[in-house]
């Protein structure tokens, strides 16, 4: 039962417009969703969080929407660099003391 | 400040082998999280520690199992290797008592089985 769900598997973006990252959740028990930035033979480095009192959250060129009524969040990354070509995962988490992951999206950001 | 320090990087073991993972949380983090990566599945929660307890456990089968030491410092043991077990062993640590909150990632341990 997949309960965070990142439907695109890959991503193509020029460099310097905006991409799109969506994640979609089933459990309406979680409150409180992050954003993770993977490369290839490294652990996931946290980019972003959101709470879910909240329905933004920006630091920089990376901003958070949460829809919660959807269930659904994304990640804005504008403007793109090629340095933003990566894995990203979106988690979530509830009262349980665990992040339950998506299956990612890799983004390659192209010149 | 030094990270989460997961050793070995790489490891091949025979299935049937035992293995032990070592992971060494950010100093004065009490909290550690191991988490499995697969192509498939993607990032899979194992288990969680916290000032030595159990807190949580995922859906793995009892051939998994972990401990924390009084230092923090975690290790975990996959039995009876299976050739599904091959995979990026991910594991993480955190200040606080709740998860999310400066969760910060080793680079992990490849294991893979032959």
């Known amino acids: 039962d997949q309960q965070v769900k990142q439907n695109s598997p890959s991503l193509s973006v020029q460099e310097g417009r905006i991409s799109i990252l969506n994640c979609d959740y089933t459990n309406s028990m979680f409150d409180y969703f992050l954003w993770y930035k993977k490369y290839p033979a490294e652990g996931p480095t946290f980019l972003i969080s959101?709470?879910?009192?909240?329905d933004k959250n920006e630091d920089g060129r990376f901003t958070v929407f949460l829809n919660k009524s959807a269930k659904h969040l994304s990640l804005h990354i504008v403007p793109s660099q090629p340095g933003d070509s990566a894995v990203y995962f979106c988690a979530a988490t509830g009262t349980a003391s665990k992040l339950t992951f998506g299956t990612g999206t890799r983004l390659q950001v192209t010149l | 400040k030094a990270g989460v320090t997961q050793t070995p990087r790489y490891l091949i073991k025979t299935r049937g082998q035992q293995v032990t993972l070592s992971c060494s949380p950010i100093s004065g983090h009490r909290s550690v999280s191991w988490y499995q990566q697969t192509p498939g599945q993607g990032l899979q929660f194992l288990f969680e520690?916290?000032?030595?307890?159990?807190?949580n456990k995922g859906n793995f089968p009892g051939r998994f199992s972990g401990r924390q030491f009084s230092n923090s410092r975690s290790e975990m043991n996959v039995s009876t290797l299976e050739l599904g077990d091959s995979a990026l062993y991910l594991c993480?640590?955190?200040?606080?008592?709740?998860?999310?909150?400066?969760?910060?990632f080793g680079s992990g341990t490849r294991l893979t089985v032959v």
């Open positions: 993480a640590s955190s200040l606080r008592d709740r998860v999310g909150y400066g969760y910060t």
């Open positions: 520690y916290f000032s030595e307890t159990q807190r």
């Open positions: 959101i709470s879910s009192i909240k």
